[in-house]
DNA sequence: AATCAGGACTACC
DNA sequence: GGTAGTCCTGATT
C-alpha cells in the first residue's frame, strides 16, 4: 500500500497538492526539511499527512457526508495544479482512476479526476494510520489511550516529522485528556509544535470518526491482510522482538530498506539500517533509548533459546530463525 | 567505528 | 521466573 505517494524509487512529487493549512508555521515545519527527498515515512511507508496534505478541521467539517473529502477549491488551487501535476503527485493515481469520456469538458475533466484522487487520497490517510496503529499497537481511537498510548504516540509522531522531544511536555495525559485540550493548551506545552501535534491529532480524531460511519473494510488491501494478527490486538499485548522481526520482514514492500530476507526459506534475514529497525523497536515498546546495541543484546539472548542463531557462516547484521515460516 | 558476544544487573509482567 | 533493557568489557570485522 502506499504506493500512491511516491513511486519505489524514491521520485519525489515536488509539490504538494495545494490544501488549505490553517498554521503557516506548521506547513513550514514540515518543509523545514528543505530537500524533501521523499514524502516517505521513516518505516518506509507514506506519510500519512504530508507538508501540503494537510486537512483543516474546518475544510473536512465543511462537507459532512466525506468529512475527509479535501477541499481543493479552485481559488486555493495555485495555477499550475493541474490534472496532470496531480497525477505526477500520485503516480499510482492513473491505475485507480477512471478514464475519462472525451465528451467531458477539460474543467469538468480536471474537477472529477481530482476528486478521485482526493477520495484515494483518503483512503490512503486512514490506510496509513491503521498501519501506525497496528505498529504501535494502539487504538485508532484517541479517545480510547491510555497515558502510555499517548506517548507512544507522541514519539512515533516526534520520529515521523524529525520533531524536537515533545513526549516530557505530555506525561501523564491519556487520549481523553489530550482530545480534550485546545491548540492552545497543544501550544502551551509545545510552542514549537504544539500546534502541528494537534493537527495531527485532529487527523486521527476524524479518521477515527470516520471508521465509525464506515469500517476499514472498503479501504483494506491485499498487503494489509498479509498483517500477522499477532499485532493487530487492542489493547495493548506485550510483543516479543522475534515476532516484531518478523511482522517487518513480512512487509517488505514498507521496510526491505530496514530489514530483508536473504533466504525467506532458511529464515536468513539481514538488518540493512541497524538504527532504523532499533529506533522503530524502541517505538513499538515506548523505549526512547533503544538503539541497535540493545536490540542486538536481546536478539543474543535468543542464542540460548534457540528462536535466533547467527547462519553458518556468519556474517554482520545478519541472523537466522531457527524455526523459519 | 560498528558490530558481535556474553556477563551482570535491573525492571516489569 | 521469563523477558527485555541497560551497561559493561573485550574481541572481531
New binding site residues.
Partial sequence: MGSTWCDQTGSTPQFPLNLTHPHGDAKRAWHDDADVKSPRGPLGLPEFSRPGVYLSCRDRLVNQDNPWLVRVASEAAPPNLTLTKALETFPDAHSHIQEPTLEVEGEQLEECCLEQVQTMVVGEVLKDIDMACKLLNIAPDPLDWSCVHVQKWLLWTEHLYKLPQVCKMFQELSGKDLCSMTEEDFRQRSLQCGDMLYAHLDIWRSASGMKERCPLGENKSVADESWPNMVSNYPSQ?I???QFLKELLLKPNNYSRCIRWINKEKGIFKIED??HVARL?GIR?N?P??N???????I????K?GIIR?PDV?????YQFVNPV
Fill in positions: 506485550p516479543h522482538l522475534w541497524s538504527a523497536w515498546k523505549r533509548a533503544m541497535y546495541d540493545k536490540l542486538s543484546r536481546s543474543r539472548q535468543y542464542y533459546k547467527k556468519s556474517r554482520r547484521l545478519v
